[in-house]
């Protein structure tokens, strides 16, 4: 299986993921050869396009409330956990056990039937928020 991490979470969370899990590939937006300016929409229709297509773990919320950035999303046929807030305002060290805590659950959800959403809390638990493709549909997303 294959994780992108976007610029909220940091690349060295990605690097730690990366030598924890020795069993999935792990890129971070800022290695995988994406300009630092490349706009949320274009990388995430750009992964849509990658066989297999991997799964992003965002620290960027806004992506689900974002209209265009949804939408993007819903077609894109991509499983997307997001860290929800509080995540990123943790000093590093806390982050770092708090991630390997709750890696094993994010790679057991992000092998659904459907492309989902996931909302991974600060507390360390990783809660399904809906189906990709739902976004935007019924207030999905907020």
Do not use: C, Y
């Amino acid at each position: 299986m294959r994780f992108f991490l976007d610029r909220n979470v940091s690349k060295q969370m990605a690097r730690l993921i990366e030598v924890f899990d020795r069993d999935h590939e792990v890129r971070h937006l800022d290695t995988a050869g994406f300009a630092h300016d490349t706009p949320d929409i274009e990388w995430m229709a750009m992964l849509a396009e990658e066989q297999p297509r991997p799964v992003i773990v965002s620290g960027d919320g806004r992506i689900l409330r974002n209209a265009a950035e949804a939408q993007v999303l819903a077609r894109s046929g991509l499983t997307f956990f997001h860290l929800a807030e509080g995540w990123i305002n943790l000093p590093w060290d806390e982050q770092a056990w708090k991630i390997i805590k709750v890696w094993p659950s994010i790679v057991k959800d992000a092998q659904p039937r459907k492309p989902s959403v996931f909302r991974v809390t600060i507390n360390g638990k990783v809660e399904l928020h809906g189906l990709t493709e739902e976004l935007g549909k019924s207030g999905r997303g907020r």
